[in-house]
Each structure stands twice: as C-alpha cells, then as structure tokens.
Nanobody, 113 residues
Framework: QVQLVESGGGLVQAGGSLRLSCAAS????????MGWYRQAPGKQRELVAD?????STNYADSVKRRFTISRDKITVYLQMNSLKPDDTAVYYC?????????WGQGTQVTVSS
C-alpha cells in the first residue's frame, strides 16, 4: 500500500507563487508516473502536470510556462508561479505504475484577485 502526503497549499494573491509537495511512502514499482490534478467547484478533475520516472513531463495548456513539476524518487513537487484566480482548486497528488494508481487527500489552493 502506498500513502501520499501533500503539503504546501494555501491562500495567495493573484500573481503570487506556491510550491506543493507530495511525499510517497510504501512500495511502488520503479517505473511510475507522479503528477498533480486539480478539481475546482462544479468542475471535473483535470490533469495539471505529470512526470515519469524517466523524467518526461506533461503539462496542461493552461499552466504551461507558469508551473513546473519536478521529482525525486519518492517526492513530487509543483512550483506554481504567476497564479491566477482560475487556478483556485483542490490539488491532488497521484502516483501510478502500470498496475495501480494512488491518490492523495488533496490540498486547497485559493488565489484571490
């Protein structure tokens, strides 16, 4: 069983920055993907960014050039710059291997205008 512990959410003014962290504990295959999703009120959960164990990254168009995802073996980070009110959501960490997917409990990010 894998557990994910997220941190770093909060309230920030538009144009500000936040850094999210997600630490994984437990057993997961070395070939995996770690990522961040978000869900705003009344909307579906959407991919923000992910990164494979080989270092390949993928970003939603809405966050390109503003957000940066990085990782080490057990922790994934999301550096969020130039935040906008539209970035307000609950952000969820995800770790997946070819057989199973795990989710964190979510951390609230609120961007005020």
């Amino acid at each position: 069983q894998v557990q994910l512990v997220e941190s770093g959410g909060g309230l920030v003014q538009a144009g500000g920055s936040l850094r999210l962290s997600c630490a994984a504990s437990g057993s997961i295959l070395s070939r995996n993907s770690m990522g961040w999703y978000r869900q705003a009120p009344g909307k579906q959960r959407e991919l923000v960014a992910d990164i494979t164990s080989a270092g390949s990254t993928n970003y939603a168009d809405s966050v390109k050039r503003r957000f940066t995802i990085s990782r080490d073996k057990i922790t994934v980070y999301l550096q969020m710059n130039s935040l906008k009110p539209d970035d307000t959501a609950v952000y969820y960490c995800n770790v997946s291997d070819p057989y199973v997917s795990y989710w964190g409990q979510g951390t609230q990010v609120t961007v005020s205008s």
